[in-house]
């Protein structure tokens, strides 16, 4: 039985989730703006992925008779300095819903929910691999930002990036 607490906090992962989506789409805007498109591809990827957990949230909610509560969605950032900077704000947000997922994990073993803590093991792996994603691309930006040969081939590096939908 999932409760109004963690109905609650199920809707507020479902619009940090769209959040990020938003902010993903902000920073692509920046790559494009910066003549970066492969980067904005990699962003535009890393948004359609967002928009997908948050649908992951929505449906849970729906499968265990919850209500879905949209709520406004922050502005996100416009500028960067770089994008190297970008890459930083990416990793550092992933780690910040790194926590919002382990804080929900918390909250189902605190109520003894346990199918919506094996829902959330998909989230807790996915985090993982999101900021190891960011990290390795940070690195790589770290290495190339001095050199604006190497920056565009990262930039056609990450142009190669598609969309693949998590799996039900």
């Known amino acids: 039985m999932v409760s109004e607490k963690m109905q609650d906090a199920l809707n507020g992962q479902m619009n940090a989730e769209l959040y990020s989506a938003y902010l993903y789409l902000a920073m692509g805007a920046y790559f494009e703006d910066s003549d970066l498109p492969g980067f904005a591809n990699w962003m535009r990827i890393q948004a359609q992925e967002e928009l997908s957990h948050g649908m992951k949230f929505h449906d849970y909610l729906i499968r265990r008779g919850k209500r879905v509560l949209l709520d406004e969605i922050e502005k996100p950032p416009r500028e960067w300095e770089s994008a190297l900077d970008v890459f930083e704000n990416v990793l550092s947000h992933e780690k910040k819903v790194t926590g919002l997922i382990n804080q929900l994990v918390n909250l ?12 959330l093991q998909y989230f807790v792996a996915e985090q993982v ?7 390795g691309i940070l690195q790589k930006v770290r290495l190339a930002i001095e050199s604006p040969a190497s920056l565009l081939m990262l930039d056609s590096e990450m142009a190669q990036r598609v969309f693949n939908p998590p799996a039900e």
């Open 129 to 135: 691999e999101e900021e190891e994603s960011a990290g």
């Open 108 to 119: 189902a073993l605190e109520e003894k929910d346990h199918a919506t803590n094996n829902f």
